[in-house]
């Protein structure tokens, strides 16, 4: 690897931090999520999948589900994320291929 590329590969690294999830409120939510989730949700219907949730004593409407198929929520409740991947019988990282956090843009960068 030459000195070139070793710094460009390292301005693309991004900085990832872990947190239990139990300690997040709300995830950001965008059209790739989805898709994702009606993608999974194949031939079941809005209506089935807002009754699994409400079967886990978690409340999401018919529309909401609509809304996050398409994109129009920016972010979503854990609990509706974590509930929609056990009805739906997958793991989250289905849902959200990606869970990350970008200090630098969180805090104005770092040197």
Same mark, same amino acid.
């Given at each position: 690897?030459?000195?070139?590329?070793?710094?460009?590969?390292?301005?693309?690294?991004?900085?990832?931090?872990?947190?239990?999830?139990?300690?997040?409120?709300?995830?950001?939510?965008?059209?790739?999520?989805?898709?994702?989730?009606?993608?999974?949700?194949?031939?079941?219907?809005?209506?089935?999948?807002?009754?699994?949730?409400?079967?886990?004593?978690?409340?999401?409407?018919?529309?909401?589900?609509?809304?996050?198929?398409?994109?129009?929520?920016?972010?979503?409740?854990?609990?509706?994320?974590?509930?929609?991947?056990?009805? !739906?019988? &997958? /793991? $989250?990282?289905? @849902? =959200?291929?990606? !869970?990350? &956090? /970008? $200090?630098?843009? @969180? =805090?104005?960068?770092?040197?």
């Amino acid at each position: 690897m030459t000195t070139e590329s070793a710094n460009i590969e390292s301005k693309i690294v991004k900085e990832v931090i872990m947190v239990p999830l139990d300690w997040v409120v709300m995830i950001a939510w965008n059209k790739e999520c989805g898709t994702n989730l009606r993608n999974l949700r194949g031939g079941r219907s809005r209506r089935d999948i807002a009754e699994g949730l409400s079967s886990l004593g978690v409340e999401c409407s018919q529309e909401y589900i609509r809304k996050l198929e398409l994109g129009e929520a920016s972010s979503v409740s854990t609990k509706i994320v974590i509930a929609l991947a056990k009805t !739906l019988d &997958v /793991e $989250l990282v289905e @849902l =959200i291929p990606v !869970l990350r &956090v /970008e $200090l630098s843009k @969180l =805090i104005g960068g770092f040197s």
